[in-house]
C-alpha cells in the first residue's frame, strides 16, 4: 500500500502572501498525483492532477509540480477563499487505486 | 453539468449494513471515459478511498474495506450503489460519491455527502 505523507500539518499565511504544501509518496508515482481543496462543510474538489494539470476553472495562482515521491502545491498571493485544507491523492490506473494524504491546514495568518 | 445526489438512512445500528444510492444527473453512467465512487470522511479526519465502478459493473474496493464492501450500477437508472456490511461505530462518516475520470483516476465531480452515524 503507497502511503502520502503530507506537511506540514498546518500552515499560517497572511492574505496576499504565497504558500507551498508538499506530499512525499512511500514509492514512486510518476506524475499519478492530484490535489484537493475542501473547505468546511463542503465536498473537496479537484485542483489539480497529473501532478501539473489545473482542473477546469481553477484560478492560475494555484500550480502543482514534482514527480516520483516528492509533490508540491503552489498558491501564490492567498486570497481569502484559499483558506481551506488540501489533500493530495496518489491514483494507479488499474486496477483503479487511490490513497489520500492526511491534509494541510491552511490558515489565516 | 453533471450532478450527483447521495440518498439512504442516516442512522444504521451496529452489525448491519450501510446501504446508500448515489443519482447522476446531467450525464450518462454508461460513460466509458468514467469511473464512479465512493469516499468517505469520519468526524474531523481525512479522506479514504471506498472504491470504484465501471458501467459495466467492473469494481475496485479499498483492500482494508474489501470484505465488507459491494457496490453495483443501474445503467437503466443512472444510479450506482454502496453496501457495507457489518457496520461498528468506526464506520460513521460522511458518505460522498464522485465521479472519476477513468484516464486518471481523480474525483472532478462529487455529491454533497451523506452523514451517516452507526449507533444502536
Known amino acids: 500500500e503507497i502511503v502520502m505523507t503530507q506537511s506540514p500539518a498546518t500552515l499560517s499565511v497572511s492574505p496576499g502572501e504565497g504558500a507551498t504544501l508538499s506530499c512525499r509518496a512511500s514509492q514512486s508515482l510518476g506524475i499519478n498525483l492530484a490535489w484537493y481543496q475542501q473547505k468546511p462543510g463542503q465536498a473537496p474538489s479537484l485542483l489539480i492532477y497529473?501532478?501539473?494539470t489545473r482542473a477546469t476553472g481553477v484560478p492560475d495562482r494555484f500550480s502543482g509540480s514534482g514527480s516520483g515521491t516528492e509533490f508540491t502545491l503552489t498558491i501564490s498571493s492567498l486570497q481569502s477563499e484559499d483558506f481551506a485544507i488540501y489533500y493530495c491523492?496518489?491514483?494507479?490506473?488499474?486496477?483503479?487505486?487511490?490513497?489520500f494524504g492526511q491534509g494541510t491546514r491552511l490558515d489565516i495568518k | 453539468q453533471v450532478q450527483l445526489q447521495e440518498s439512504g438512512p442516516g442512522l444504521v445500528k451496529p452489525s448491519e449494513t450501510l446501504s446508500l444510492t448515489c443519482v447522476v444527473s446531467?450525464?450518462?453512467?454508461?460513460?466509458?471515459?468514467?469511473?464512479w465512487g465512493w469516499v468517505r470522511q469520519s468526524p474531523g479526519k481525512g479522506l479514504e478511498w471506498i472504491g470504484t465502478?465501471?458501467?459495466?459493473?467492473?469494481?475496485s474496493y479499498n483492500p482494508s474495506l474489501k470484505s465488507r464492501v459491494t457496490m453495483s450500477v443501474d445503467t437503466s437508472k443512472n444510479e450506482f450503489s454502496l453496501r457495507l456490511a457489518s457496520v461498528t461505530a468506526a464506520d460513521t462518516a460522511i458518505y460522498y460519491c464522485?465521479?472519476?475520470?477513468?484516464?486518471?483516476?481523480?474525483?472532478?465531480?462529487w455529491g454533497q455527502g451523506a452523514p451517516v452515524t452507526v449507533s444502536p
Open positions: 491523492q496518489q491514483y494507479e490506473t488499474w486496477p483503479p487505486s487511490i490513497t
Open positions: 497529473g501532478a501539473a
Open positions: 446531467g450525464g450518462s453512467i454508461s460513460s466509458y471515459s468514467f469511473y
Open positions: 465502478i465501471l458501467y459495466s459493473g467492473t469494481t
Open positions: 464522485a465521479r472519476l475520470k477513468r484516464q486518471w483516476v481523480v474525483l472532478d465531480y
